[in-house]
């Protein structure tokens, strides 16, 4: 299969990785900080972070997690912030300290929080404050034993950070009363570690950095361990990709997806570090106008987004007002680039927008667009060095023909060691020999540009992010109304797909606004079923397993 894209390995577009001399992310990092040290790391709600101050910050923290409450390497840690400047402070503190980081959707339900959270074995967490009521609700089930509440504006300053957790508290009521009384502040950890020096620890690269939570066909969700090799080879995968654009110490990120999705942590948060910029941090990239209001302000390089919010942007009036003279490459990724958003981007900033495609299991890039300027909608690109792709069959033989669909199969030093605690999940997709099975089926052009067909999971893809429909059934027919249902995609123009779910009734006074109040309760935003059909039946096979395919069609 590699003979396909032969012509663009020839012509240095595609190439095997020069590997980071360091064997693990605390080792970069801390090389990375000395480099760079008194360049701008982060922004964020208008105050900045060097990268000697993060790492000063950031050993303080390894302190407090090491010889405070008595961490070891390889003991988990849960993160559960938005986009703010504690989160790379708790993050490279973690990795520092030889722990295993498990990022966690700040608007996951307690259901879903405790689920995670016990399937991890977490033994701390770090979490904003205005989603410590949820946690405060399961803590008892979980093994976490030490917590650190930070509020919104903790990093900001004097007086900024006292006005902005004013504001948000006791203005805006945007911090639902919790008690968790054994609970650190952010502020009083850093203090505790800086009295009690950090040590270094011995980091193997094959130890685990992330356990990055992904879904899967069973609808459980599970962790898909990345080691600090995985992550490093893709930092430097996408370094080397993007070198022919990016410079040294020139760059600064637009980071807007939140740094708990893998896309944004990777592409932005680690990779850009390591070229000495600056990641613009957005905390809310919901409210439109204040988004647009922080852009104004800075001359940033660099943007990575989904389509969605590409589209929200360009449909605000105050967009008409940004100047994009530096900006040189937008990215998009999450979920399928629509033709009419990318010439509509491409007019409006007079720049490039690219396509790629990743999964959490591979850290996540796999297969990006060349920058080179040209117009290939539709198209996911071409592998990213040291990556190998192949299409099979359903009987698993290798598709060798250009145009004809095959599930996307990939290896490379980036896919994932397995699924945590998981080995048969993780022999279903990831075969002895290192090939990962992706699930998502997709064709090449005589070029060797790769385009996503379909999803031979039942996989929803909801701005972005995966929503798996076993899950949302699991919830729906806990309700002692519901007989049986099944949940399925269907297209929106706002996020791609919404979720849709076909319900047979146990009892006939059911609802549709009873379904959805329940769903409030114990699905995220995203997941939650948007369109509800009621049906005397489903469709099944023979064995009685529900035909979603058959509900689509």
């Known amino acids: 299969m590699e003979r396909v894209w032969l012509k663009s390995y020839a012509e240095g577009v595609a190439h095997d990785i020069v590997p980071f001399e360091q064997k693990n992310l605390a080792a970069l990092f801390d090389e990375t900080c000395q480099k760079y040290a008194d360049n701008t790391a982060f922004i964020n709600m208008g105050s900045e972070l060097s990268f000697r101050e993060i790492h000063k910050l950031s050993e303080e923290f390894a302190g407090f997690l090491q010889n405070h409450i008595g961490l070891k390497p390889g003991d988990r840690i849960a993160l559960q912030m938005p986009n703010v400047l504690q989160f790379p402070i708790a993050l490279f503190g973690a990795l520092k300290a030889g722990l295993t980081v498990v990022n966690t959707n700040p608007l996951y339900t307690e259901r879903e929080m405790e689920h995670q959270f016990n399937d991890s074995g ?56 919790y008690n968790l009384p054994n609970a650190y502040s952010f502020h009083q950890a850093l203090n505790i570690g800086a009295d009690k020096p950090f040590t270094h620890v011995n980091i193997d690269s094959e130890d685990l950095a992330f356990l990055q939570y992904t879904g899967g066909t069973t609808g459980v969700s599970k962790g898909a361990m990345l080691t600090h090799d995985n992550i490093l080879k893709n930092c430097k995968q996408i370094k080397e990709f993007m070198m022919v654009m990016l410079k040294e110490q020139e760059e600064m990120i637009v980071t807007a997806l939140p740094l708990y999705h893998i896309f944004s942590l990777t592409a932005n948060f680690l990779n850009i570090f390591t070229f000495g910029g600056t990641n613009l941090l957005i905390t809310n990239p919901k409210d439109i106008k204040g988004f647009i209001k922080t852009l104004s302000k800075y001359d940033y390089t660099i943007m990575t987004g989904v389509n969605t919010l590409y589209n929200a942007l360009m449909n605000h009036p105050d967009f008409n007002n940004l100047e994009f003279s530096k900006l ?6 999450g979920m399928a680039l629509q033709s009419s958003v990318c010439e509509e981007w491409k007019k409006r900033t007079n720049s490039l927008i690219i396509e790629g495609y990743g999964l959490t299991e591979c850290s996540p890039v796999v297969i990006v667009n060349p920058l080179d300027g040209n117009d290939r909608v539709g198209s ?21 023909k250009a145009g004809e669909p095959g599930e996307l199969c990939a290896k490379g030093p980036q896919v994932m060691k397995g699924y945590w605690q998981r080995p048969d999940e993780t022999s279903a997709v990831l075969d002895k020999d290192g090939w990962l099975k992706t699930g998502d089926i997709a064709s090449f052009s005589e070029d060797g540009f790769f385009k996503i067909v379909d999803r031979k999971k039942d996989m929803i893809l909801v701005s972005g992010f995966n929503v798996y429909p076993n899950e949302v059934e699991d919830v729906v027919c806990q309700m002692p109304e519901v007989l049986e ?34 769903c409030k309760e114990n699905l995220t935003g995203y997941k939650r079923p948007q369109e509800i059909e009621f049906r005397d039946e489903l469709p099944k096979t023979n064995v009685g397993k529900i035909l979603r395919r058959a509900l689509k069609e």
């Open 122 to 177: 977490a033994k701390a967490i770090v979490i904003l404050s205005n989603f410590a009521s949820k946690l405060e609700e399961i803590i008892d089930k979980t093994q976490i034993e030490t917590v650190v509440v930070t509020q919104l504006g903790d990093m900001l300053g004097f007086p900024k950070s006292l006005l902005v957790n004013t504001v948000v508290k006791h203005v805006k009521k945007m911090v639902p009363k």
């Open 328 to 333: 040189k490459v937008s990215i998009a990724g």
């Open 380 to 400: 996911i690109g071409i592998p990213v060095p040291s990556t190998h792709i192949k299409l099979i069959d359903d009987d698993g033989n290798e598709v060798s």
């Open 485 to 518: 249902c099944a949940a399925i995609g269907v297209p929106n123009d706002h996020s791609g797909e919404v979720v849709k779910i076909f319900v047979v009734k146990k009892n006939k006074s059911l609802t549709e606004e009873q379904i959805k109040a329940y």
